[in-house]
């Protein structure tokens, strides 16, 4: 079973900055999309970002102009670059990978925006 492996959280202060990553164990075929959610304490999940194999991306209002997801096809790797980082951006983020109609998800990563 593909697995995705997270990495790149941590502590940041206000106005800084953070690239998470999320690899797959394994190739996968039928990738549709590759997402970030987050969760912040108290609050459902939420879409960060996301973009499909044909190039489209969408972002949360709350980040644009200010995160950017980007992917590596080739190594089943998806990436978001974090800048400009606030308070209310803390949460613990997720990547998704959507396979065919079939959601697969990576094990959380904590990231906190603390002075």
């Known amino acids: 079973q593909v697995q995705l492996v997270e990495s790149g959280g941590g502590l940041v202060p206000p106005g800084g900055s953070l690239r998470l990553s999320c690899a797959a164990s394994?190739?996968?075929?039928?990738?549709?999309?590759m997402g970030w959610y987050r969760q912040p304490p108290g609050k459902q999940r939420e879409l960060v970002a996301v973009?499909?194999?044909?190039?489209?991306?969408t972002y949360a209002n709350s980040v644009k102009g200010r995160f950017t997801i980007s992917r590596d096809n080739a190594k089943n790797t998806v990436y978001l670059q974090m800048n400009s980082l606030k308070p209310e951006d803390t949460a613990v983020y997720y990547c998704?990978?959507?396979?065919?109609?079939?959601?697969?998800w990576g094990q959380g990563t904590q990231v906190t925006v603390s002075s």
């Open positions: 998704n990978f959507l396979v065919g109609a079939d959601q697969i």
């Open positions: 973009t499909t194999i044909s190039g489209r991306t």
């Open positions: 394994e190739s996968i075929f039928r990738l549709n999309a």
